[in-house]
């Protein structure tokens, strides 16, 4: 019976051991999202940051660039005049199957896309 219990407490140490290891982050490529993109399987995006469209301008000097991820409208940020104001902490980190747009006022999403080392 303690060579069972003895037994069963190492498996459950390599176990726990395997599901804790930590994961790595190789650079794949760099992206200018504009349509709609999924994050593939593996894989990591962070986005950097938004280009705005030229023609920029909204109610009182500001503009509001949203970006669209699965499918909700998320404000990223406003710009007035050349100064830019975020809405959000960036980087913004999206995981393998996230959904992601270029929403209103927004040219293309900057994006550094990582593969998922184990």
């Known amino acids: 019976m303690r060579a069972f ?3 069963s407490f190492v498996v459950s ?3 726990l051991a395997k599901t804790s290891q930590a994961q790595t982050l190789q650079f794949s490529q760099v992206l200018l999202v504009s349509t709609t993109q999924t994050v593939p399987a ?8 938004v280009m705005p469209v030229a023609n920029c301008s909204g109610q009182g000097g500001s503009c509001y660039s949203m970006v669209s991820i699965n499918g909700n409208s998320v404000p990223f940020g406003s710009w007035s005049g050349l100064v830019f104001y975020p809405c959000v902490d960036n980087p913004l980190w999206l995981p393998a199957g996230t959904i992601l747009a270029a929403g209103s006022n927004v040219f293309r999403v900057s ?3 990582f593969t998922v080392v184990p």
């Not at 593996?42 to 940051?49: A, F, I, P, R, S």
């Open 5 to 7: 219990l003895l037994f």
């Open 111 to 113: 994006v550094i896309e």
């Open 13 to 15: 140490l390599f176990s």
């Open 42 to 49: 593996n894989k990591v995006w962070k986005v950097e940051g």
